[in-house]
T-cell receptor
Framework: IAGITQAPTSQILAAGRRMTLRCTQD?????MYWYRQDLGLGLRLIHY???????GKGEVPDGYSVSRANTDDFPLTLASAVPSQTSVYFC????????????FGPGTRLTVL | AQTVTQSQPEMSVQEAETVTLSCTYD???????LFWYKQPPSRQMILVIR??????QNATENRFSVNFQKAAKSFSLKISDSQLGDAAMYFC???????????FGGGTRLMVKP
């Protein structure tokens, strides 16, 4: 069982380009999340999905969009990347929203130049 | 809004000794969950331990235990018999009941000296 996989592992992107970060989980968890971690800081929630077909905004959603077409996949899209979006992005999942522990993927390091 | 504070940016411990990492939080909720996550240089976020606020008993996981003081809003992590592999960033995190967002502290970097 792989748990949560993220792709790519790292990426350098020119400002203004569109980028989709991929996240797949094989635990059949209902809830999924995207966080960003800036240098020396804890993680902040970007978007979440409590179940397939639903999404919600987290603490720092501007400039990002998500979709949840099925249980396993939760891609994060940057429509027009800006340098302030340089960060490490973590996908996470939990059996259900609210009470359950969130488990994290390995992260994607994104640099926007 | 909930906040989580880790007042120790860095800590060091001798191998085989015990170290305690501090965490305080602010909330008006009565039902919530608290976590410690470990982030080694590989950057993977690894769950160390979880505490439900409604449980009075402190959680333990092998060499890791917590001191949960609900009235004081304090949630410290004790690592016993420290090992070189324990060296990492440690993050305290809060999740309110029925919430989606983990609120993280700023982290404590733990160094383990051989």
């Amino acid at each position: 069982i792989a748990g949560i996989t993220q792709a790519p592992t790292s990426q350098i992107l020119a400002a203004g380009r569109r980028m989709t970060l991929r996240c797949t989980q094989d635990m059949r968890h209902n809830a999924m999340y995207w966080y960003r971690q800036d240098l020396g800081l804890g993680l902040r929630l970007i978007h979440y999905s409590n179940t397939a077909g639903t999404t919600g905004k987290g603490e720092v959603p501007d400039g990002y969009s998500v979709s949840r077409a099925n249980t396993d996949d939760f891609p994060l899209t940057l429509a027009s990347a800006v340098p302030s979006q340089t960060s490490v992005y973590f996908c996470a999942s939990s059996d259900r929203a609210g009470a359950d522990t969130q488990y994290f993927g390995p992260g994607t390091r994104l640099t926007v130049l | 809004a909930q906040t989580v504070t880790q007042s120790q940016p860095e800590m060091s411990v001798q191998e085989a000794e015990t170290v305690t990492l501090s965490c305080t939080y602010d909330t008006s909720e009565s039902d919530y969950y608290l976590f410690w996550y470990k982030q080694p240089p590989s950057r993977q976020m690894i769950l160390v331990i979880r505490q439900e606020a409604y449980k009075q008993q402190n959680a333990t996981e092998n060499r890791f235990s917590v001191n949960f003081q609900k009235a004081a809003k304090s949630f410290s992590l004790k690592i016993s018999d420290s090992q070189l592999g324990d060296a990492a960033m440690y993050f305290c995190a809060y999740l309110r009941d029925a919430g989606n967002m983990l609120t993280f502290g700023g982290g404590t970097r733990l160094m383990v000296k051989p």
